[in-house]
């Protein structure tokens, strides 16, 4: 059977694009119109490009680019994306080629691509290498996640769980621990407590606006859910649920270190997958796990604690780089790196000089 050729459109319809991107492949929340309209506000230009054959969507990019403080240049990404059946050799080749053209015309250094392919598709990497993208070494997005899939019945979903897992559910439900849905009012509760849980687990953090503004942004039109932990009136923790197509992400989470003898955080994570499964989500991604699976690994503690929920470990391809020009490439992610890291060597060398009452050298 003949197959319709491809035709490129740009969109600006919020409706139109997220209807297209929902419908395909691999689909994923950093490629909705609303994940582009948020990183507008914060020094990046979405420029949404949807492939169709015959009317129907079967490609799409929503591609972020950032101008460099001097010059034309900048940097472009596709966040998780593009989203495409990537069984179809010739239909990734058309829409990498697109991306290839959208670089070079915008006078890229590179344009970065991380979607969700599993890393044992050798065929898509040997594809990628092939026209010249590199395996980056920074990659935005985390590599690995856990998912559960929420095609299952609730009895099938606790009977995977471990059994400490079930009994803390259980026993917050026992101790008066409460999950409720709520919505934009209690943003800056959250950000309260995530302020905390950031200082207790040593990560860093935004101001609030910039997270009042991404939360917010999803909260409002219907595509993340903030739900809270609490007893006898007592605010516990709480987690946002992002999702679109057909899964939910679990990207934010925070907690009090009051009464974690309750298990809040795990009657919020079994509350979230319930109702995540109830609005028809058929994958609970809980958005992040290790490079490596040892105890050595900074979230490792993290992994335990997502693994009891059941989740299966998933692998992604990881992020890819297309250089326009490759010189350029290599002084901007691998020359200035090193000079600055440098520049921070001298000065904290400086600084202890200094303090120790050294004098500092010149020449």
Same mark, same amino acid.
């Not at 997958?273 to 989500?281: L, P, T, V």
């Given at each position: 059977?003949?197959?319709?050729?491809?035709?490129?459109?740009?969109?600006?319809?919020?409706?139109?694009?997220?209807?297209?991107?929902?419908?395909?492949?691999?689909?994923?929340?950093?490629?909705?119109?609303?994940?582009?309209?948020?990183?507008?506000?914060?020094?990046?230009?979405?420029?949404?490009?949807?492939?169709?054959?015959?009317?129907?969507?079967?490609?799409?990019?929503?591609?972020?680019?950032?101008?460099?403080?001097?010059?034309?240049?900048?940097?472009?990404?596709?966040?998780?994306?593009?989203?495409?059946?990537?069984?179809?050799?010739?239909?990734?080749?058309?829409?990498?080629?697109?991306?290839?053209?959208?670089?070079?015309?915008?006078?890229?250094?590179?344009?970065?691509?991380?979607?969700?392919?599993?890393?044992?598709?050798?065929?898509?990497?040997?594809?990628?290498?092939?026209?010249?993208?590199?395996?980056?070494?920074?990659?935005?997005?985390?590599?690995?996640?856990?998912?559960?899939? $929420?095609?299952?019945?609730?009895?099938?979903?606790?009977?995977?769980?471990?059994?400490?897992?079930?009994?803390?559910?259980?026993?917050?439900?026992?101790?008066?621990?409460?999950?409720?849905?709520?919505?934009?009012?209690? $943003?800056?509760?959250?950000?309260?407590?995530?302020?905390?849980?950031?200082?207790?687990?040593?990560?860093?953090?935004?101001?609030?606006?910039?997270?009042?503004?991404?939360?917010?942004?999803?909260?409002?039109?219907?595509?993340?859910?903030?739900?809270?932990?609490?007893?006898?009136?007592?605010?516990?923790?709480?987690?946002?649920?992002?999702?679109?197509?057909?899964?939910?992400?679990?990207?934010?989470?925070?907690?009090?270190?009051?009464?974690?003898?309750?298990?809040?955080?795990?009657?919020?994570?079994?509350?979230?997958?319930?109702?995540?499964?109830?609005?028809?989500?058929?994958?609970?991604?809980?958005?992040?796990?290790?490079?490596?699976?040892?105890?050595?690994?900074?979230?490792?503690?993290?992994?335990?604690?997502?693994?009891?929920?059941?989740?299966?470990?998933?692998?992604?391809?990881?992020?890819?780089?297309?250089?326009?020009?490759?010189?350029?490439?290599?002084?901007?992610?691998?020359?200035?790196?090193?000079?600055?890291?440098?520049?921070?060597?001298?000065?904290?060398?400086?600084?202890?000089?200094?303090?120790?009452?050294?004098?500092?050298?010149?020449?």
């Amino acid at each position: 059977m003949k197959r319709h050729s491809l035709e490129l459109v740009q969109v600006e319809d919020r409706w139109r694009w997220n209807k297209a991107v929902a419908g395909l492949p691999s689909a994923h929340v950093l490629q909705s119109y609303e994940w582009g309209d948020f990183k507008s506000r914060h020094g990046w230009q979405p420029t949404r490009l949807l492939f169709e054959r015959g009317h129907e969507a079967v490609a799409a990019a929503s591609v972020l680019l950032r101008r460099l403080p001097r010059g034309p240049g900048g940097v472009m990404y596709v966040p998780k994306g593009p989203a495409l059946d990537y069984g179809d050799a010739e239909l990734i080749a058309t829409v990498l080629t697109e991306l290839e053209g959208l670089a070079r015309a915008e006078r890229a250094i590179f344009i970065k691509i991380d979607p969700d392919v599993s890393a044992d598709r050798s065929d898509v990497k040997q594809l990628l290498e092939l026209r010249g993208w590199r395996a980056s070494s920074e990659q935005i997005q985390y590599r690995n996640t856990m998912l559960v899939d $929420l095609r299952r019945s609730e009895d099938e979903l606790l009977s995977a769980m471990k059994g400490k897992w079930r009994y803390n559910i259980r026993l917050a439900q026992r101790k008066g621990v409460e999950v409720h849905q709520v919505g934009m009012d209690d $943003l800056p509760l959250f950000y309260e407590m995530y302020t905390k849980t950031s200082a207790r687990d040593e990560f860093i953090i935004r101001p609030f606006s910039y997270y009042a503004d991404a939360w917010g942004t999803f909260v409002s039109q219907g595509l993340a859910q903030l739900f809270l932990a609490r007893c006898e009136g007592d605010t516990l923790g709480g987690l946002i649920l992002f999702h679109f197509g057909d899964r939910a992400w679990y990207m934010y989470g925070a907690s009090t270190d009051r009464h974690r003898n309750l298990m809040p955080n795990h009657l919020l994570q079994w509350e979230a997958m319930r109702w995540a499964k109830a609005q028809g989500y058929s994958f609970y991604d809980m958005w992040g796990a290790p490079d490596v699976l040892e105890e050595s690994d900074p979230m490792w503690g993290v992994y335990r604690f997502k693994m009891g929920f059941g989740g299966e470990f998933a692998s992604w391809l990881g992020a890819y780089d297309w250089p326009v020009s490759r010189p350029v490439y290599w002084l901007y992610t691998t020359a200035m790196p090193r000079v600055l890291d440098l520049l921070r060597w001298r000065h904290r060398r400086s600084e202890r000089r200094n303090m120790l009452g050294e004098a500092p050298e010149y020449g």
